[in-house]
């Protein structure tokens, strides 16, 4: 996402033990910052894979970041987390999905922030029929 000189992404990597993380990165003045965790992340991904699918940014330093990690089971959850003046809080897990999720494949594939804090995320999960039905999120 591109704001006002600044470019957020966010991304996975193999932590060393065959676990994938996942981070953002910001670009301001044409110079990509270090990568960062996304706090809160490793702890929920108690599986072996996690991805942030999309990022936006209302203003400078005030992001949201949407994805899917691995729980316990092996199941895939959807999460999202915020910045707020350039540091970024908690990853949550998406109030409701793990009941709705009941096939295992659940992921936030867009979110999209038209204010600071005021947000829209959408993806899917899987019933337990595993047919695919929508999600959405929304954060105020």
């Not at 470019?7 to 981070?23: I, P």
């Not at 110079?31 to 942030?52: C, D, H, Q």
Request: overall charge negative; glycine content about 16%; proline content about 3%.
């Amino acid at each position: 996402m591109h704001i006002a000189g600044r470019l957020q992404r966010g991304g996975n990597y193999d932590d060393g033990s065959g676990h994938f993380q996942v981070f953002v990165v910001s670009q301001a003045g044409g110079s990509w910052g270090t990568a960062k965790e996304v706090p809160g992340t490793a702890a929920l991904n108690k599986g072996t894979f996690a991805e942030i699918s999309s990022v936006s940014c209302a203003a400078a330093g005030d992001c949201s970041a949407a994805g899917y990690y691995t729980d316990s089971s092996g199941h895939y959850q959807p999460f999202v987390a915020s910045q707020s003046g350039g540091t970024w809080g908690e990853a949550e897990k998406v109030p409701g999905a793990a009941t709705l999720n009941k096939g295992g494949l659940a992921t936030m594939a867009s979110i999209s922030c038209a204010a600071p804090g005021s947000c829209s995320a959408g993806g899917y999960y899987t019933d337990s029929s595993h047919r695919t039905q929508a999600l959405v999120d929304s954060q105020t």
